[in-house]
């Protein structure tokens, strides 16, 4: 059986932090949009380094859940980069970017209806066509609940895992921060979603913003700070529920602090996982261990 | 018939929330009335009546993050750039 892993987000800042501390990560990300226009020494490099430690590609901006069709062309330079990369998978966001031919500029929520799960997974089902392989889908943190939207999030989710067969990122932070913003509870929703099909997870850390005018405070998904205890109790609850074996990527993206201070955010992550795990015999039998291995039956 | 529905409504959503992160003139008309950019935006009455719904101070918190973001990608601005950039926003 395959070993529950822990990893890290790979930024040119961190390279050689990473490069010291390989005894301790399992498995890197790297941003495929920051090396669509790379040349060939620096797909070489990524290959190389593919093959000394598994990595991941994380795509950003295809838009996989907008109303727009995905254009083939930006599929088709993710493919090349897959192609030429060889990660063990990629992954891209339940997001629209892009709509009336303005860029938005990141992630946006859609409304959240049959509609948008269908298009979705048209949209999956031609990056699979084009790119060789299905990506996991992440849960996206939004400050705007998508209007004209008929169904939950959770439900919405579900939807679109069974109408694609694609597998869930869990992106942990995302789920703390849209439940704060929005109210809700995040165990609720980690009892809603198909646990069985999460292939990753991502931790990150995020801040208090306050809005212009003054009267409102939301958490937001920064990835500009230290994982915060929710989080890791997320991930124990997690690794309670799901018999497969999990892999935490953590996201830091600036203020970068010094490398022991993200290791020992690993090691914590490490150590929630195998928190989870300990829990789970007594409290959640293999009921969806069965569940898990056929979602992955015949996944492309 | 329904998903059909749901997806030409899809298209117009995200285009009128495009439009509301990135144009500040057009956000601040949406505030004022929302159900009537809403269906300026060519929105039907119910659509318009579930858009006009999104909290003022959401949608300007999230037309800031993306100014934000987009701003990053770009790179560093000049400061003077800058210092117009936020009286803009």
Redesign the interface.
């Known amino acids: 059986m395959t070993r529950d892993r822990v990893g890290i987000g790979w930024r040119p800042e961190l390279a050689a932090g990473i490069f010291d501390a390989l005894d301790r990560i399992d498995v890197l990300e790297v941003l495929a949009d920051d090396y669509l226009g790379a040349g060939r020494r620096a797909r070489r490099a990524l290959n190389t380094m593919a093959r000394q430690v598994p990595v991941q590609l994380h795509s950003i901006a295809l838009g996989m859940a907008g109303a727009e069709a995905v254009d083939p062309r930006r599929l088709d330079r993710l493919a090349r980069l897959v192609n030429d990369v060889e990660p063990e998978a990629w992954s891209e966001h339940l997001a629209f970017m892009r709509a009336g031919g303005i860029e938005i500029g990141h992630l946006a929520a859609p409304p959240r209806t049959e509609a948008s799960i269908e298009g979705a997974a048209r949209n999956l089902r031609k990056a699979a066509d084009i790119v060789g392989t299905m990506p996991a889908m992440e849960n996206i943190a939004t400050l705007i609940e998508p209007p004209c939207s008929t169904l939950g999030e959770p439900a919405w989710i579900a939807g679109i895992l069974a109408a694609s067969g694609c597998g869930l990122l869990l992106d942990v932070h995302n789920l703390h921060a849209n439940a704060t913003n929005f109210g809700f509870d995040p165990l609720d929703f980690l009892a809603r979603i198909p646990l069985a099909r999460i292939d990753c997870i991502h931790i990150a850390g995020g801040s208090w913003i306050t809005a212009p005018s003054g009267d409102k405070r939301y958490l937001l998904d920064d990835h500009l700070h230290d994982v915060e205890q929710p989080i890791y109790d997320l991930v124990a609850e997690i690794a309670a529920r799901a018999a497969q074996p999990l892999t935490v990527v953590l996201e830091r993206d600036g203020a970068y602090p010094p490398m022991p201070v993200l290791l020992a955010q690993l090691d914590r992550a490490r150590a929630a996982l195998a928190i989870g795990r300990r829990r789970r015999p007594a409290e959640h039998p293999r009921a969806d261990a069965d569940d898990h291995a056929g979602s992955h039956a015949g996944r492309r | 018939m ?6 030409a ?3 117009d ?3 009128l ?3 509301l ?2 144009d500040r003139a057009l956000r601040e008309r949406f505030v004022a009335d929302p159900v009537a950019v809403a269906r300026d935006s060519g929105l039907s009455p119910p ?1 318009s009546e ?2 006009a ?10 037309a ?4 934000f ?2 701003d990053a ?1 770009r790179g560093p601005l000049h400061p003077l750039l800058a210092w117009w950039r936020a009286r803009l926003r």
């Open positions: 329904r998903t059909t529905t749901q997806a409504m899809q298209a959503v995200e285009r929330l495009a439009r992160m990135t659509e579930a858009i719904k999104i909290p003022v101070a959401d949608l300007h918190t999230a800031r993050s993306y100014a973001k987009r990608k």
